[in-house]
């Protein structure tokens, strides 16, 4: 999954750098560092994290060490890095069905914490692992 994500990104990125990219990622797929369907555990994949292949090129090059999304910590990447046990970035407003039962446990509201709260996603803002270069992600108001 990692390898897939880089390779889109150089793709929309176009250009040198974008062909740069994709060279590297054609040396890494030739020289058997990393394949577009690798092998590895649940465990890894979802919460432990994988830092071979693609995923360690991201967290050791300069171009996009200090860009990639929440998804990489320390440990490399994880579907579901950080959020065992957590609700990190994670904050509803839920009704609670007092005024009308049809609306109990209705997600009305979310955002990152109490303050971000707002009824659709299309203000909704995303950071690098680190916090840094934010960014709308989803400029369409929800339906």
């Not at 300069?62 to 904050?91: H, I, M, Y």
Request: hydrophobic share 35%.
């Amino acid at each position: 999954m990692p390898l897939a994500g880089l390779m889109a990104k150089f793709v929309e990125l176009g250009g040198y750098g974008g062909q740069g990219g994709l060279n590297a990622v054609e040396t890494m797929l030739k020289n058997g560092t990393d394949e577009l369907f690798a092998l590895t555990t649940v465990g890894d994949f979802l919460f432990r994290g994988i830092k071979t292949g693609a995923a360690e090129w991201m967290m050791i090059n300069g171009l996009t060490s200090n860009r990639l999304p929440p998804v990489f910590r320390e440990n490399g990447f994880a579907l579901f890095n950080g959020k065992q046990d957590t609700s990190e970035n994670e904050c509803y407003q839920v009704e609670t069905g007092q005024e009308d039962w049809e609306q109990h446990t209705v997600i009305t509201k979310w955002g990152k914490d109490s303050q971000s709260l707002s009824e659709d996603l299309s203000k909704a803002e995303t950071c690098t692992w680190i916090g840094k270069y934010c960014q709308t992600w989803w400029t369409l108001p929800d339906a």
